[in-house]
């Protein structure tokens, strides 16, 4: 059975991007949101294996979102994709939780790999 | 001063060799070219004056710091040039820019602006925090207005002027600049006691 992914990402194009990507690889987009606070939630309601998180979002912002899943359930596998690639935020997402961290515009294959070594 | 700029012009290089590989990432290998002439800083007065048109519409994305590392950061391009990205980007043929093409266009400036605050953070060993980006379409001269009163307090504008060209597609646009002033004597006094200005000639 395919593993399920909730994409967050506050733009529309780049979900939809994710979403191509992800589908294509073998995977299934369970859901989308377009906040922390939309990821949280869903977190909840689809219980999804992964979830792709990124950083500067309205409502909620990334990391907060992340400290928030992993306080709900310690073992979510949650992949950064921002386009933030500064060293401290970086070791922020990895401190609160988050399996990988990747900087944008990411390769497709970088993608999915991320997501298979974090499903393992 | 002259040392500020060249500070600043290093800034841009670090930030413009990023958000070509980013841009050109995200153009699909489309081979691209990206200078960055001379940083410039202008007073404000300077600054109203610099837009060629101020009728021209042009898309503008926009971030502003807050936090440690406080300033305003735009990248704005003719809306033609904004149209034809977008197309690209979407796989469309449109004349004007629908939900998806504006989405792909903040996608774009969040990666430029980001590539450039990366860069910033790396020179000065500090994390930046940046707002969610915005995208607003208008006449050049309006949005040139709202950056500068947006700006507070600040006296310079620091402008890094980028062009970029594909072979299929002809793409410019500017990235402006707008450090705090009193963070910005704070960020050069520091890098400046590690980083010598012919050293990287």
């Known amino acids: 059975m395919a593993k399920t992914v909730l994409i967050t990402d506050d733009t529309a194009f780049m979900r939809m991007t994710l979403r191509n990507v992800i589908q294509k690889n073998g995977f299934h987009v369970i859901g989308e949101a377009a906040d922390g606070e939309e990821a949280v939630s869903k977190y909840k309601e689809l219980q999804p294996d992964l979830v792709t998180m990124d950083i500067t979002m309205p409502k909620m912002d990334g990391i907060t979102a992340i400290k928030e899943i992993i306080k709900y359930d310690a073992n979510a596998k949650i992949i950064v994709c921002s386009a933030m690639g500064q060293k401290p935020m970086v070791i922020e997402a990895l401190n609160a939780g988050a399996r990988d961290f990747l900087v944008k515009p990411f390769d497709a294959q970088r993608v999915i790999e991320a997501l298979h070594k974090a499903s393992s | ?201």
């Not at chain 2, 503008?60 to 040039?81: E, H, L, N, Q, V």
């Not at chain 2, 050049?140 to 947006?150: D, V």
């Not at chain 2, 980028?162 to 009193?182: C, R």
Request: glycine share 6%; with cysteine.
């Open chain 2, 1 to 201: 001063m002259n040392n500020k700029l060249d500070f600043l012009q290093e800034l841009g290089n670090i930030g413009a060799s990023h958000a070509t590989t980013a841009l050109s990432q995200m153009l699909q290998d489309t081979k691209l070219e990206l200078t960055v002439p001379k940083a410039r800083m202008l007073s404000f007065a300077e600054a109203a004056n610099f837009i060629a048109s101020r009728e021209e519409i042009v898309v503008c994305i926009y971030t502003r710091m807050i936090d440690m590392i406080k300033g305003d950061m735009a990248f704005i391009m003719p809306f033609s040039c904004a149209v034809t990205l977008a197309n690209h980007l979407t796989g469309d043929d449109r004349e004007q820019l629908n939900e998806i093409g504006e989405s792909a266009l903040l996608e774009v400036g969040n990666i430029m602006l980001g590539s450039y605050i990366t860069a910033l953070s790396l020179l000065s060993d500090t994390k930046i925090k940046p707002t969610v980006p915005g995208i607003v379409i208008d006449m050049n001269g309006a949005i040139w207005q709202s950056i500068l009163a947006g700006a507070g307090v600040t006296e310079a504008v620091t402008i890094l002027d980028t062009k970029f060209s594909t072979a299929e597609l002809e793409l410019s646009g500017h990235l402006i600049f707008i450090p705090d002033n009193a963070v910005f004597e704070a960020l050069y006094q520091k890098v400046s006691s590690c980083w010598k200005p012919e050293e990287t000639l």
